[in-house]
């Protein structure tokens, strides 16, 4: 069953970088097939999708996001990472990592982590 | 970007069908997926592929797609249900952008 795992501080600071890590059970990261993504809700509200990374190390950011937004991937530890500078507390949301498949004309989130709660706030 | 717009919120009855649209542009390349959320939990994937259910999600889930829209339909709703549920597809813009649909609250009465 795979499993995945977001880690990270629950509160930063404004101006700060966001930082969070997903821990990937259950499946190899490196076996490629899918790819490792960030997805966001602000309290109340619908999904944002933030980003996709690939094994290689390819990424895709959203353009509303793209200037702030940093993903890795470590195929060590079988982890991937996100990084969101300059942080305001319009970014104060759940933070969801999750697991994009894809075929042909098909692309869907079929593994997701339970979420973690980021406030930024003084 | 693509946008994909859902009604806000609709009500079934106990075991009656109910079903939730999705309207965008890229809609007409991708076929789109389709989750379910209860408060405090994550989202749980019920459709994907247009009519895919994964292994554990009732068949009374399914999806259908017609250019522009696509539907998920619960047939004979249960109260466990009641949830919001989002549609998802990949951008038409042909870069790798991916979008949400608004999202329908559905109440099971």
């Known amino acids: 069953q795979v499993q995945l795992q977001e880690s990270g501080p629950g509160l930063v600071k404004p101006s700060q970088t966001l930082s969070l890590t997903c821990t990937v059970s259950g499946a190899s990261i490196s076996r490629g097939g899918y790819y490792w993504s960030w997805i966001r809700q602000h309290p109340g509200k619908g999904l944002e999708w933030i980003g996709n990374?690939?094994?290689?190390?390819?990424?895709y950011y959203n353009p509303s996001l793209k200037s702030r937004v940093t993903m890795s991937v470590d195929t060590s530890n079988n982890q991937f990472s996100l990084k969101l500078s300059s942080a305001t507390a319009a970014d104060t949301a759940v933070y969801y990592c999750?697991?994009?498949?894809?075929?042909?004309?098909?692309?869907?989130?079929?593994?997701w982590g339970q979420g973690t709660l980021v406030t930024v706030s003084s | 970007s693509s946008e994909l717009t859902q009604d806000p919120a609709v009500s079934v009855a106990l075991g009656q069908t109910v079903r939730i649209t999705c309207q965008g542009d890229?809609?007409?390349?991708?076929?789109a997926s389709w989750y379910q959320q209860k408060p405090g939990q994550a989202p749980v994937l019920v459709i994907y592929?247009?009519?895919n259910r994964p292994s554990g999600i009732p068949d009374r889930f399914s999806g259908s797609s017609s250019g522009d829209t696509a539907s998920l339909t619960i047939t004979g709703a249960q109260a466990e249900d009641e949830a919001d549920y989002y549609c998802?597809?990949?951008?038409?813009?042909?870069?790798?952008?991916?979008?949400f649909g608004t999202g329908t609250k559905v109440t099971v009465l």
């Open positions: 999750a697991r994009l498949a894809y075929d042909s004309s098909v692309y869907y989130f079929d593994y």
């Open positions: 890229s809609l007409r390349s991708y076929y």
């Open positions: 990374i690939y094994y290689s190390g390819s990424t």
């Open positions: 592929n247009k009519n």
């Open positions: 998802h597809s990949r951008d038409s813009s042909g870069k790798h952008n991916y979008v």
